[in-house]
């Protein structure tokens, strides 16, 4: 015998359970929507934070260098090093001129010796002079460049050294010590002139013939050539 609230209670059953039912589902629907709006919001957090500031620091040259990478800012007291523009006499010795050991490194070696400026107008000169006591061809000529009395055994000029390194150091002497040269030294140092330094010496006892007065003397470019090492 059928009762006749079963058919009631079984819908109230559907009824229960379907009740439960939907809510589950709507939640199985809204996660992965949930989760999709989690990670948008966590993107537009990072989006939007404060990036961290350009590395600084300071350079010697002072200023601000940009690069590809990165912006240096220097503070305004910080002054850039002074730029050392040293002179031919400063950067080149002794030694180096005699391991070139040409004509034109005697004439600087000269005037180092004596303290004089290396300038062009002061190697011309010297070359000039070199090339009237031996000619450029065999400038080295007994070591003695200048014919030089002064230190080398013979005062007429012909006598010889044992290298030209010491005749360079006693043709500097010379001019030094003699007071009749004193128009030739202050030449030197001035070392803006060639040809006043050439006019000194045509005027000096250095040469019995004074060069003509300077008549006999060639203002020509002089050939650089390299002397046997042996002679240094």
């Known amino acids: 015998m059928r009762h006749a609230d079963r058919p009631a209670g079984r ?10 039912v939907a809510p589950a589902r709507m939640a199985r629907r809204v996660a992965p929507l949930a989760a999709a709006m989690a990670v948008l919001s966590l993107g537009l957090t990072l989006a939007l934070a404060p ?33 050392s523009q040293e002179s031919y006499t400063a950067t080149t010795g002794a030694q180096t001129l005699i391991e070139s050991g040409t004509n034109a490194d005697w004439a600087q070696l000269v005037l180092i010796y004596g303290d004089w400026p290396v300038t062009d107008e002061n190697v011309t000169v010297m ?45 500097a002497d010379n001019l030094l010590k003699r007071s009749f040269y004193t128009d030739i030294v202050a030449a030197l140092e001035r070392g803006t002139s060639a040809h006043a330094v050439a006019q000194a010496i045509w ?26 090492a042996s002679a240094w």
Do not use: C
């Open 11 to 20: 819908r109230a059953t559907r009824h229960g359970v379907a009740a439960s």
């Open 51 to 83: 990036q961290p500031a350009a590395v600084t620091a300071p350079t010697a040259a002072g200023g601000t260098h940009a690069g590809a990478t990165q912006t240096v800012n220097v503070a305004p007291d910080v002054a850039a090093p002074a730029v």
């Open 127 to 171: 070359l000039q002079w070199m090339r009237e006591e031996n000619g450029p061809d065999n400038w080295w000529n007994r070591n003695n460049p200048l014919n030089n009395g002064h230190g080398s055994g013979g005062g007429s000029g012909l006598g010889s050294y044992d290298s030209l390194d010491t005749a360079a150091w006693y043709a």
């Open 203 to 228: 005027a000096s006892p250095w040469a019995s013939s004074h060069y003509g007065n300077g008549a006999w003397w060639s203002t020509a470019p002089v050939p650089i050539i390299e002397a046997p």
